[in-house]
C-alpha cells in the first residue's frame, strides 16, 4: 500500500512544542478585521538591549524618528583590519510582525555577523496594517543611502561598503527584492548591493500552487494565515497578482535593470511557499540574471530561527561561499 509523503518535518519535540505555540500566539494576535493586537504581542515579543558582548557589538542608529525608523548594527569584536562585507537584513513576520531587536532576529543576525563574519545592519521598517506597502520597501531603500553616507555614530572602519548584500527571509526576503531593484536605479557614493540573500522567500499569487495546497495546514506559516498577511500588507482592494507579490505574474513587467545583483535563494521542502520561491528562480534566469537555489528538504518555514538545527550551519556556509564568490567576481 502506498503512504502519502510526510505534510511535516521530523522535529525534537521541544521545538515542534515551542512552534505550536508560536503559531498560537500569532494567530490570536491576528483580528478578523484586519488589525494586530499589538499589546497582546508585546507580551510574548521578547526584545533584545544593544550589547557590548565579547565577540559581537551592537548598536542602535537612528535614522528617521518622524517614523521610528532605525536599524540594529552588529560589529563582530573578534576581526582583525580585515575589510568586511556589509549585510543590510531584512526581519521576517508577514510585513506584520516583530521588529529588528526582537530576540529571533537579532540572534539571527548577531550570528550572521560572527559566522560569515560581516557587518550586519538590520532595519526596522513600518509594519502593516498600520503602514501598507510600500512604506517597508521605502524604508528600506531610505537605510541605504543613508549607510551610504555613513555619517553616523559607530559606523565600523572595516565596513566594506563596495560588497553590500541586501538580506532577508520570508517577507524580509521579499522586501530585499524590491528594495534591489529601486538600489539599482540610484546612484550611490560608495554602496554597491552585489548580491541578494533571500531565505524563504514570500512570494505569492492569486493561483493555488501544489504546495499551499498539500501544506496548507502547517505550523507558523498556514495558507490562511499568508492570505491574511496579503490583504494586510496590499494596498485596499488589490489582490495577489499584485507586482509586489506576484513578480513575475500577469501583471509585472519583470523589468529588474542591469544593475540587479546575483541571487541565492534557500528554499523548504515543508514550505507551503517553496513553490513559489522556485518559480521566482525560474524568472530570475529568463531575466538573465544569476541566481543560486538551495533546497533544504527536511526544514520548515522558519528554520532559520533555530541554530540548533543542522540546516542552519548548512546555510552559513552557502552564504559565506555565495559572498566570496561574489566579492571575487568585482
Known sequence: MTRNPPTSPDLPCTLRFFLFILTFVLNTAR?????????????????????????????????????????????????????????????????????????????????????????????????????????????????????????????????????????????????????????????????????????????????????????????ILSLEITDWYWKAFLPVGEDRDHPLVNVFGPRSDAVLGINFPASIVFVAGFDPLKDWQKRYCEGLKKAGKEVYMVEYPNAFHGFYCFPQLKEWSLLVEEVKDFIEKQSAAQ
Request: proline residues 5%.
Open 31 to 219: 483580528r478578523s478585521n484586519g488589525t494586530v493586537n499589538r499589546p497582546f504581542l508585546k507580551v510574548f515579543d521578547s526584545k533584545a538591549s544593544p550589547s557590548n558582548k565579547r565577540d559581537v557589538k551592537t548598536t542602535d542608529v537612528m535614522v528617521d524618528p518622524s517614523r521610528n525608523l532605525w536599524f540594529r548594527l552588529f560589529v563582530p569584536t573578534t576581526t582583525t583590519t580585515t575589510k568586511l562585507p556589509v549585510i543590510i537584513y531584512f526581519h521576517g513576520g508577514g510585513f506584520v510582525f516583530f521588529s529588528a531587536n526582537s530576540t529571533l532576529f537579532e540572534g539571527i543576525c548577531r550570528r550572521l555577523a560572527l559566522k560569515l563574519p560581516a557587518i550586519v545592519i538590520s532595519v526596522n521598517y513600518r509594519l502593516a496594517p498600520e503602514y501598507r506597502y510600500p512604506s517597508a520597501f521605502e524604508d528600506g531603500f531610505d537605510v541605504l543611502k543613508f549607510v551610504d553616507t555613513e555619517n553616523f555614530e559607530g559606523f565600523p572602519s572595516i565596513a566594506d561598503l563596495g560588497r553590500c548584500f541586501l538580506a532577508g527571509d520570508s517577507a524580509g526576503g521579499n522586501i530585499a527584492h524590491h528594495v534591489a531593484v529601486m538600489a539599482g536605479e540610484h546612484e550611490f557614493l560608495k554602496m554597491k548591493v552585489i548580491g541578494i540573500i533571500g531565505i524563504q522567500p514570500f512570494f505569492g499569487g492569486e493561483e493555488r500552487t501544489e504546495s499551499e495546497t498539500k501544506l496548507k495546514n502547517t505550523l
